[in-house]
């Protein structure tokens, strides 16, 4: 009974996928037909080889790089460039714990779920102000929640709007519809089902989205970022 129940899921699923494929096609023949579309995957291409987003090993959660785990005169270097700044707070200073500002170390890969989401709980809000500045610069759209008139009454419904005309409306910014932060339940599923356990393999924990009207303005949008 379960594989059979599990064999009529499957079927069905594939069902929508199939309907997502023919509009996914068709949206995708639409944009490479044109020269301009050409030129615009091409550029978006180089792009995405230019800042290095081709490569998986990016694609990672990764720890701050220790100071203290530098070589001596490397360390000795960093360690005179801060302590006239007052870079590293006291308590790090005790503990012999010196994180260099903005860089990552590609050999220590993030393991523990609670530093992911205890970290991402503050990423999140400044994601969203960088989502903004880079939206109003790019022509970006977001989603907003609306009262469209249907058959004489007012019902909610979902529209793309530019950012630029929504920022300055306080009325029409409490409609964007920002995405939360993923739960707890569905990060667990894809940790145990897809990621083989492995939590800095979860990257979008915080999570937003723009939509642009044509290549051109995604791809100054992803050299923005």
């Given at each position: 009974a379960v594989a059979v129940g599990r064999r009529r899921a499957m079927l069905s699923s594939s069902k929508l996928i199939d309907q997502d494929q023919v509009v996914y096609d068709s949206l995708w023949q639409s944009l490479y037909e044109s020269e301009d579309g050409k030129a615009g995957f091409v550029h978006l291409d180089k792009v995405v080889q230019m800042i290095g987003l081709d490569a998986g090993s990016h694609c990672?959660?990764?720890?701050?790089?220790?100071?203290?785990?530098?070589?001596?005169?490397?360390?000795?270097?960093?360690?005179?460039?801060?302590?006239?700044?007052?870079d590293i707070h006291p308590l790090f200073w005790d503990l012999g714990h010196w994180y260099v500002p903005g860089r990552p170390d590609t050999k220590a890969h993030l393991s523990s779920m609670n530093q992911l989401y205890a970290s991402n709980s503050i990423a999140c809000q400044l994601?969203?102000?960088?989502?903004?500045?880079?939206?109003?610069?790019?022509?970006?759209?977001?989603?907003?929640?609306?009262?469209?008139?249907?058959?004489?009454?007012?019902?909610?419904?979902?529209k793309l709007m530019r950012w630029s005309d929504v920022k300055d409306n306080r009325e029409m910014e409490e409609r964007v519809k920002w995405p939360r932060m993923k739960s707890h339940t569905r990060a667990l599923e894809k940790l145990l089902r897809v990621y083989e356990n492995d939590p800095s393999r979860l990257l979008d924990i915080s999570r937003y989205c723009l939509v642009f009207e044509n290549m051109s303005n995604l791809t100054n949008c992803l050299g923005l970022i």
């Open positions: 990672r959660q990764q720890m701050r790089l220790r100071a203290d785990k530098l070589g001596p005169a490397v360390r000795q270097k960093y360690l005179n460039q801060v302590s006239q700044k007052l994601l969203r102000e960088r989502v903004k500045v880079w939206a109003e610069r790019s022509a970006g759209m977001v989603p907003t929640i609306c009262n469209e008139p249907v058959g004489g009454d007012s019902v909610e419904q979902k």
